[in-house]
């Protein structure tokens, strides 16, 4: 299951999570976003031990910014509150 959350999740849904977790960046405006969708929602129901998330990037621009985001999508890990 991929859930979406908001800025003012990020710190309790990620960085806090005691998984890895699995990053989408996205926007609904966005083909191969669009794309990747359907095979990022097979990886989660795949990797159990994994926590999957989507941001949207025009909900969320300081997060997309923290991580250097500058086309999407764009896949970040995070492991124990740092980029893999």
């Not at 990037?57 to 740092?82: K, L, N, Q």
Request: net charge negative.
């Amino acid at each position: 299951m991929i859930k979406e959350i908001k800025e003012q999740e990020f710190k309790k849904e990620v960085l806090d999570a005691k998984e890895k977790v699995f990053i989408d960046f996205y926007a609904d405006w966005c083909g191969p976003c669009r794309m990747m969708s359907p095979v990022v929602s097979e990886l989660s129901e795949e990797e159990k031990d994994v926590k999957f998330v989507k941001i949207n990037v025009d909900d969320c621009e300081e997060v997309a910014r923290m991580y250097g985001v500058m086309s999407i999508p764009t896949f970040v890990v995070i492991e124990h509150g740092e980029e893999k």
